[in-house]
């Protein structure tokens, strides 16, 4: 889908496994022949990688954000048959149940959804929208566990499914949570130190990816590779929770500088 060929576990054995980082990385490739490489980073300082090249033309934001507003309401609706009949694809039941072990440390955050909005979460990490597609199953979990870390709670109506969505599509969130924007301020003078400077768009959109975990349009392992290094050689431990994440990727595309 988008010239990105997606590999999903279905099932595992015990149902506790988890992915290494390679096999996540592995699990998602370009179709593309031939793919632009980064110059290797030669010192654990926080990279100064810029977006990689080989990101494809974006759609246009109309239609982009006409599709966000279409699939939201969809799946805000918390009917699988409806999600479904959109998709054009067949109830897995044993996916979802897979899915439902396998991520219920996220599913089971916010104390206040009930079953029937859980198993709607459920269904976009196991199912996706049209736009969210490219993403794998793992992908779509940390999306909503971005939007939990970001936001306190999971998404349940329309308005929150759109900025889900947005968050998986690399666009800034309609609804903005000053607390979450100030611990990423934070961290971003721990990795760069210096202070972000919000009128310039490389700092402010890495304040962003920080505090609400946007996805780039398209992944560059080895960017993503250097950042890692960059946060292990400035936090000293491997990035292990969604803000941890969130940073890495901020260092690996946002194009900010120490």
Request: hydrophobic share 35%; glycine share 6%.
């Amino acid at each position: 889908f988008g010239n990105i060929q997606t590999r999903s576990v279905l099932t595992s054995t015990p149902s506790s496994c988890t992915l290494t980082t390679a096999q996540q990385a592995a699990a998602q490739r370009t179709c593309q022949t031939t793919v632009a490489t980064s110059t290797p980073v030669t010192t654990p300082a926080p990279s100064t990688t810029p977006a990689p090249s080989t990101t494809p033309a974006p759609a246009s934001a109309s239609n982009v954000l006409g599709n966000i507003a279409t699939e939201s309401g969809i799946v805000s609706a918390n009917n699988t048959e409806t999600l479904l009949t959109y998709l054009g694809k067949k109830a897995n039941a044993l996916s979802e149940r897979a899915s439902l072990i396998k991520y219920q440390t996220i599913l089971g955050q916010d104390k206040k959804i009930t079953t029937n909005e859980k198993e709607s979460i459920n269904d976009f990490i196991v199912y996706g929208t049209p736009t969210t597609q490219r993403l794998g199953v793992g992908e779509r979990a940390g999306v909503t566990n971005s939007y939990y870390q970001a936001y306190g709670k999971l998404p349940n109506v329309e308005g929150e499914w759109s900025d889900v969505l947005k968050i998986a599509s690399g666009r800034w969130p309609s609804e903005r949570n000053k607390a979450a924007e100030n611990q990423a301020k934070l961290e971003f003078k721990k990795v760069y130190a210096r202070s972000a400077v919000m009128t310039n768009k490389t700092d402010s959109n890495a304040i962003m990816v920080i505090a609400y975990g946007l996805l780039p349009a398209q992944r560059n392992l080895a960017s993503e590779a250097a950042a890692i290094k960059s946060f292990r050689w400035v936090y000293g431990h491997q990035p292990v929770n969604a803000l941890a994440w969130n940073i890495v990727r901020a260092v690996a595309y946002s194009g900010s500088k120490r």
